[in-house]
Structure formats: structure tokens, C-alpha cells
């Protein structure tokens, strides 16, 4: 989904969430707009270059399924499990899954699957 989308989907949930949240609103809010970073960085690692406008090129045009850590189950309970314990972790996970419903609804509307949910999953479909 595009960044815009993000921020605006993002921005409506935390000015909702204000009253029950009040400033922590902010960590759901930055979490859900730049959890896209993974993408990022696996185009770095991938291509050695750091252009933003080329990243984003082919991430839209990619026919084959990419791993995003960010936007596994695996970092999604990890993130859950330590909600239990830091508070921070719990805002950072209301971040996460607005940020993964969007994708998840874009992924549906668009009838493609560009990315691999799983760690475990991704690399058993390697071997």
C-alpha cells in the first residue's frame, strides 16, 4: 500500500485512539507509517543501491514473492510477546497490525500476494 495511505489510515486510528491513549498515540502512529523500512533495506541489500525512487519502482513491479521481516507473523508475535512485558512494545503492535490490515486489504483488492508472511515459511519454500 502506498505511504499516503498508511499515514492517512494511520493518522484517523491514532486521533481515535487519543482519548484512550493520549500522546502514545504517536509510537502507533510512526510505527504503522515507517514499518515499511524493510522494504528498503532488502532493496539495498539486494541491489547495492541506495535510491529511494528505484525501491520503490520495484517493489510495484516485482512479480515474485519477496520476504519483508517487518511484515511476518514471526516479528508480529515477537512484538506481541514483549507487549506483555514494555509498553512501548504494546503501541508498537497496534502500530503493526493497522499497518499489516492495510497491506492485507490492498493484497486482497489487488488479488496478489507480493511478499511471504513468514520467516519459516519463506525459507522451507527455498529448500
Given amino acids: 500500500m502506498l505511504i499516503k495511505y498508511h499515514f492517512l489510515f494511520g493518522l484517523i486510528v491514532s486521533l481515535l ?20 523500512v524493510d522494504h528498503y533495506i532488502l532493496y539495498i541489500f539486494k541491489f547495492k543501491s541506495f535510491s529511494i525512487i528505484k525501491a520503490h519502482d520495484y517493489f510495484f513491479n516485482e512479480e515474485k514473492p519477496f520476504l519483508l521481516f517487518f ?11 514483549f507487549s506483555f512485558y514494555f509498553r512501548l512494545a504494546f503501541f508498537a503492535l497496534v502500530g503493526l497490525v493497522i499497518h499489516l490490515l492495510l497491506d492485507i486489504y490492498e493484497e486482497m483488492r489487488e488479488k496478489h500476494i507480493g511478499r511471504f508472511p513468514s520467516i519459516i515459511w519463506w525459507y522451507l519454500r527455498k529448500r
Avoid at 491513549?21 to 514499518?35: D, E, P, Q
Avoid at 511484515?71 to 510477546?81: D, I
Fill in 71 to 81: 511484515h511476518t507473523v514471526e516479528f508480529l508475535l515477537a512484538l506481541l510477546f
Fill in 17 to 36: 485512539l487519543y482519548p484512550v491513549y493520549g500522546i502514545n498515540i504517536l509510537i502507533i502512529f510512526f510505527t504503522n507509517l515507517l514499518l515499511d
